[in-house]
């Protein structure tokens, strides 16, 4: 499979075709969800596929399945799970399918550990694009430094299109930070800038294991650069 490539075309869709997919590809689904390596060693998180009839939320699109991630209280909880569900998204872009990440999409039956969803299925719509299409920050606006991966981190989807990570190039490593809120009323309705940040580095990692490079990801380092106004540490690409 090929994740990489993914990273380049894929365009989130709203208009998914409402034929359920077949229970054998769904266990394909879920055969790479259990094969996927987390971001931090340890990190835990549950996840549901459900249809339609199963969820709530505001402006859900209509699509056969959507995917409900789940996790208790843990080190960079939201960014882990960003980062380990970008991971089923770029592969089901692989695999001809499409999503919607959606921040609003709960399951009926409450779950006080719910993390975030999104709508999935084949499409009914253009779900690839050309590079130009991507409306996306000049890496200038999100880097200091270069770094061949930053790019891949760059076309990450993420709420409301803003983007809220930065990364500083040190040398080899690549120190990472996000926005914790957006600010004034759209910072108090959405709450999932650290999933954001977590599905950039996802995007990172896809690109250095396409470039031949390790990624190992450290939360614990001390004397990093100060972070930009508004932005806080999450951890250091070694």
């Known amino acids: 499979m090929n994740l990489y490539d993914q990273i380049f075309t894929r365009k989130s869709v709203r208009k998914f075709d409402m034929t359920s997919l077949d229970s054998e590809t769904i266990q394909q689904i879920e055969t790479f969800i259990a094969g996927i390596t987390p971001l931090l060693p340890g990190a835990n998180f549950t996840h549901k596929i459900v249809g339609a009839e199963e969820v709530k939320g505001l402006a859900l699109p209509k699509a056969p399945h959507f995917l409900l991630i789940s996790g208790i209280d843990q080190p960079l909880r939201h960014v882990c799970a960003g980062f380990h569900f970008q991971h089923v998204e770029l592969y089901l872009y692989s695999i001809g399918l ?11 039956q409450k779950d006080p550990n719910h993390i975030i969803g999104f709508a999935f299925g084949k499409p009914a719509e253009t779900a690839t694009r050309e590079l130009s299409e991507f409306a ?22 993420s709420g409301l299109n803003k983007q809220p990570w930065y990364f500083i ?15 004034g009323l759209i910072g108090m309705m959405y709450k999932h800038t650290g999933v954001d940040a977590g599905i950039a580095l996802c995007h990172m990692a896809v690109a250095g294991e396409h470039e031949g490079k390790l990624f190992k990801f450290n939360a614990e380092r001390k004397n990093t650069p100060a972070p930009p106004k508004g932005f806080a540490y999450i951890g250091t690409v070694e």
């Not at 499409?98 to 009926?108: D, E, I, N, P, Y």
């Not at 996306?136 to 989807?157: M, Q, V």
């Open 169 to 183: 190039v040190d040398g080899n490593e690549v120190h990472v930070y996000y926005q914790e809120s957006l600010g």
């Open 136 to 157: 996306r920050k000049p890496i200038t606006e999100i880097a200091k430094g270069e770094d061949s991966r930053l790019e891949a981190a760059r076309l990450a989807p």
């Open 98 to 108: 499409a999503t919607r990440w959606l921040g609003s999409v709960k399951g009926k």
